[in-house]
């Protein structure tokens, strides 16, 4: 079945330690992104891809990078630089329309706690 | 700043009954509207949507109403069922944007009492 997975689901980080968070999809959807939800927050963009080999920050990067070097990939690492890191990370991906309608196809989520 | 915003952290419908979560937005470049629904421990998934252009859209028991003059639209759930409970974001996107950065607001925690 096609769809997105993210792993590790949950994941414990020490202080000052970068982590790696897996997003692959086989849906061949042309655009990945990156939301953290935190309580009352709803979800925030982190970074999105639109293509492979290009990505662009969202609205709370800082602290975080990407990379997207192949379609069906985008991870996602939190940096010790992440002030707040403790939060669930949400993958999606979007099937390039000539218009976007904004349907996005999430992933399960990876939990990650800072200890 | 906070540009779409659902105001009710939480409602609570007896089953049977109608839900009707409300969401308001200040940002007048958005042109389409999404509902989404998540369980706990889950991803997001599509309920429905609506563009500027229309003022409904319906698709069984799940109803969206636009008021584009005030900024504000809804969510109609009749009849609620039991399942129906989870968290129901609102969020919008942009005119021009071809991949869709969606603006979401905090959510709304439905719980439907058998």
């Known amino acids: 079945d096609g769809g997105i997975t993210q792993s590790p689901k949950y994941l414990f980080r020490k202080e000052g330690q970068n982590v790696t968070l897996s997003c692959e999809q086989n849906l061949n959807h042309d655009a990945m992104y990156w939301y953290r939800q935190d309580p009352g927050q709803g979800l925030r963009l982190i970074y999105y891809s639109q293509i492979v080999n290009d990505f662009q920050k969202g609205d709370i990067a800082e602290g975080y990078s990407v990379s997207r070097e192949k379609k069906e990939s985008f991870p996602l690492t939190v940096t010790s630089a992440q002030k707040n890191p403790t939060a669930f990370y949400l993958c999606?991906?979007?099937?390039?329309?000539?218009?976007?309608?904004?349907?996005?196809?999430f992933g399960e989520g990876s939990r990650l706690t800072v200890l | 700043d906070q540009q779409v915003k659902q105001n009710s952290p939480s409602l609570s419908v007896q089953e049977g009954r109608i839900s009707i979560l409300n969401c308001d937005y200040t940002n007048s470049m958005f042109d389409y509207f999404l509902w989404y629904k998540k369980y706990p421990a889950e991803g997001p998934t599509f309920l429905i949507s609506i563009s500027s252009i229309k003022d409904k859209n319906e698709d069984g028991r799940f109803t969206v109403f636009l008021n584009k003059s005030a900024k504000h639209l809804s969510l109609h759930i009749v009849p609620s069922q039991p399942g129906d409970s989870a968290v129901y974001f609102c969020?919008?996107?942009?005119?021009?944007?071809?991949?869709?950065?969606?603006?979401f607001g905090q959510g709304t925690i439905l719980t439907v009492h058998p």
């Open positions: 969020a919008a996107i942009a005119g021009g944007t071809s991949y869709g950065k969606l603006t």
């Open positions: 999606a991906s979007m099937r390039r329309l000539g218009r976007s309608t904004g349907e996005l196809f």
